[in-house]
């Protein structure tokens, strides 16, 4: 396993808030939430990101969504509505390269120039 902070996380060598882990990934609160609730959910398998997940992998992807949900609910706010954003690369807004999904909720979120 590479030597992110995610990874730290995982192995436990700092601490995190973590509200949720089995044994194919771990969720935590996010240390610069924005939004009430902010919550990361990571792999506990080494993928830098979006783009090195191979075919064998893409199930990986969809329990991090399952997992954000299955929280979502479990939380009480999943009836409200809540937003979730997998970020790639620099340009995508991505700082660890762990792959990971933020779970971002409590509040009204602003539209991104769409509807839907």
């Known amino acids: 396993m590479t030597d992110t902070i995610f990874h730290k996380i995982i192995r436990r060598e700092i601490p995190a808030d973590i509200v949720y882990e089995d044994d194919g990934l771990i969720a935590f609160r996010d240390i610069a939430p924005q939004a009430p609730v902010h919550v990361l959910f990571v792999p506990k398998v080494d993928v830098a990101t979006l783009n090195d997940v191979q075919a064998d992998q893409a199930a990986v992807v969809g329990r991090l969504a399952f997992a954000a949900a299955r929280y979502a609910k479990e939380q ?41």
């Open 76 to 116: 009480g706010f999943a009836e409200d509505g809540y937003r979730i954003v997998m970020n790639c690369n620099d340009h995508g807004g991505q700082t660890v390269f762990q792959i990971h999904l933020h779970l971002l909720a409590g509040a009204p979120l602003g539209r991104f120039g769409t509807t839907g």
